[in-house]
């Protein structure tokens, strides 16, 4: 399983690094593959309840909501909301008609799937898009990474208090704190680091990344937590087996989409 995970990212990391550094239509493109992948897991993690969310209207609800962002931001947000909302009840009700029997709960499922995916994988788009937007998203997910690889190993090794016996029984209390510390850490050194390339103009610094990796380290876990709930639920161990080792998409990004919009709201304020 770890032979897998380090091979697997070896092969990715290179080729993601790049889509970050060009940004633009690659960057959007990249962050909306991963996303319809991870949408249509979730949808189909209530599938397999005997549910019927409406998969294809939640992948293009998120095409929509990330091609919306990358070409006006938060402009057309209000519009985007209304239809997803008039379009997911209109097809619910169609279905009901067709022999569906729990449309109401199949409603539920396709409007949160795709707000909950779509909207927030949206703020990595935002966050590329800010002045020295390439170096707030090259803080923000290599100290999502690094926050997690702390806690994953300081969790095996010593973790003894469990953290979340329901959710995930895995996780430690030992192992959260080592991922506060490594994200603080890394976010600190990763702050530096981008500084130093960048140039003295640059608004990411070590204290930026410290305070962002903080953030990211305390708060992202509970993006994790919240699709092991899902799965919990449903009886499954993961999202997809879209990546050996990994998981589905839904299981790579759970904490990524949280680290998007923390990272989009403090590089507003720190860099203020």
């Known amino acids: 399983m770890l032979r897998d995970r380090v091979i697997v990212a070896l092969l990715v990391l290179p080729p993601v690094f790049w889509v970050i550094t060009v940004g633009g239509w690659p960057f959007a493109l990249t962050v909306a593959l991963v996303a319809c992948f991870a949408v249509a897991e979730f949808g189909m993690l209530y599938r397999g309840q005997r549910l019927r969310p409406a998969v294809p209207l939640m992948v293009a609800g998120v095409l929509v909501l990330l091609a919306a962002r990358h070409l006006s931001g938060f402009d057309s947000t209000p519009t985007l909301l209304a239809g997803l909302c008039l379009i997911g009840m209109t097809w619910h009700l169609v279905d009901y008609e067709l022999g569906a029997e729990r449309s109401g709960t199949d409603f539920a499922i396709t409007l949160t799937g795709t707000v909950y995916v779509g909207w927030l994988a949206a703020y990595l788009i935002s966050l590329r898009q800010l002045p020295d937007g390439k170096w707030w998203v090259l803080l923000a997910l290599p100290t999502t990474w690094l926050a997690d690889t702390a806690a994953y190993f300081v969790g095996r090794a010593i973790g003894r208090h469990r953290m979340s016996p329901r959710l995930s029984p895995k996780k430690t209390w030992e192992g959260y ?36 990796g903080l953030a990211i380290g305390g708060l992202s876990p509970l993006g994790d937590l919240g699709i092991s709930m899902i799965k919990r639920e449903v009886g499954v161990k993961d999202t997809g087996n879209l990546i050996p080792g990994h998981g589905g998409a839904l299981d790579r990004i759970d904490s990524i989409l949280w680290a998007g919009v923390l990272g989009f709201y403090l590089a507003g304020v720190l860099a203020s």
């Open 177 to 212: 704190l080592a991922g506060v510390v490594g994200g603080a850490l890394g976010g600190g050194g990763l702050g530096l680091l981008w500084n130093l390339w960048a140039g003295p103009e640059s608004l990411v610094n070590g204290v930026h990344g410290l305070v962002l």
